[in-house]
């Protein structure tokens, strides 16, 4: 299993600014993956961070809106830029595979963009 | 593409069986996982099926048929502490997940 822990858990930001959050794994991983997850919704994959490349988007997710950093196996981070209200979600990082094809998710952040 | 669709809410009482139902469309897909989110936390693994099946695992059980493109969670003597919103999933390999919308269950006493 993995143990991942995430910062900041909450925040409430201005319009127009940026937020990084950080994930944290307890073991060295290959691939890391940042989710998003608005109100009452599903999960939706913004990432694939693979470290020593450029993070794979998913359709409809920018570098330039969503820029991840991953530096070494054991750390990620994804900036949410230019924040807007829409972006008020759930971001929630995640590792794997484990036995069975197991992903193991962090707590998540919760952002509210005013 | 993929999408997957599954009841929006379910209810039940303790101690009884219920069943989430999970219909998919895919080109191709590795296997169907099935994760649990309580209210506020992060989801976690429940069960995974990566061949046509019963998979059991304690009061947890999911089903897969690929040629019915039909999957299902079946949740045995449920406990208030199974409220809680299930989500299939989709594998297409590389550990990328797609989810469903997911299924909210609610047990009573």
């Known amino acids: 299993s993995a143990v991942i822990s995430q910062k900041p858990s909450r925040d409430i930001c201005q319009r127009g600014t940026s937020l990084t959050i950080q994930c944290q794994v307890d073991?060295?991983?290959?691939?890391m993956f940042w989710y998003r997850q608005q109100p009452g919704q599903s999960l939706t994959l913004i990432a694939t961070?693979?470290?020593?490349?450029?993070?794979?988007?998913e359709s409809g997710f920018v570098i330039d809106k969503f820029p991840i950093s991953r530096p070494n196996l054991t750390f990620s981070t994804l900036t949410v830029s230019n924040m807007s209200p829409e972006d008020s979600s759930i971001y929630l990082c995640?590792?794997?595979?484990?036995?069975?094809?197991?992903?193991?998710f962090g707590p998540g952040t919760r952002l509210l963009v005013l | 593409g993929q999408s997957l669709e599954q009841p929006s809410e379910v209810t039940a009482v303790e101690g009884a069986i219920v069943q989430i139902n999970c219909t998919y469309q895919?080109?191709?897909?590795?296997?169907l996982s099935w994760y649990q989110q309580h209210d506020g936390g992060a989801p976690t693994f429940l069960s995974y099926?990566?061949?046509?099946g019963l998979e059991e695992t304690g009061r947890f059980s999911s089903f897969l048929s690929r040629s019915d493109s039909y999957g299902y969670l079946l949740l045995q003597e449920l406990q208030m502490k199974d409220s809680a919103s299930y989500f299939c999933?989709?594998?297409?390999?590389?550990?990328?997940?797609?989810f469903g919308k997911g299924t909210m269950l609610l047990v009573s006493p």
């Open positions: 961070a693979n470290q020593g490349s450029e993070a794979t988007y």
């Open positions: 073991s060295q991983v290959t691939m």
């Open positions: 895919t080109s191709g897909f590795y296997g």
């Open positions: 995640s590792v794997g595979p484990g036995l069975q094809e197991t992903q193991y």
């Open positions: 999933a989709l594998n297409s390999g590389y550990s990328t997940l797609t």
């Open positions: 099926n990566a061949l046509d």
